[in-house]
């Protein structure tokens, strides 16, 4: 794997930190395969009902649990859009 792989980077970075768990994990490569999918940048605009799926979690409530622990975590930076017909801006650390 190359050194700029946002998955590559989250797991040595997340390989001593307890705070995460397998949806954590789960999303965050959810979220990698929609971006690499998408023709890969470090922005990603997503609605949560397009990562959710990949993810295999069918909760609103804990994809915005995982995704708000990732962005308080300095995984990822994550801005909710507000509105319904607006997707969410998500951007990859480095």
């Known amino acids: 794997m190359e050194a700029d792989n946002p998955l590559a980077v989250f ?13 954590h994990i789960s999303v965050f490569a ?9 023709g890969f940048s470090n922005t990603v605009m997503a ?9 295999k979690i069918s909760a609103l409530k804990t994809y915005s649990r995982c995704m708000h622990d990732l962005n308080d975590y300095g995984y990822l930076r994550y801005e909710p859009s507000k509105k319904k017909n607006k997707p969410s801006s998500i951007y990859f650390a480095s």
Request: hydrophobic share 40%; aromatic share 12%; glycine share 4%.
């Open 47 to 55: 609605y949560s009902y397009e990562i959710m799926p990949i993810a």
């Open 11 to 23: 797991f040595q970075r997340s390989h001593n930190d307890r705070r995460l768990g397998a949806t």
């Open 30 to 38: 959810a979220l990698v395969q929609y971006a690499a999918a998408s």
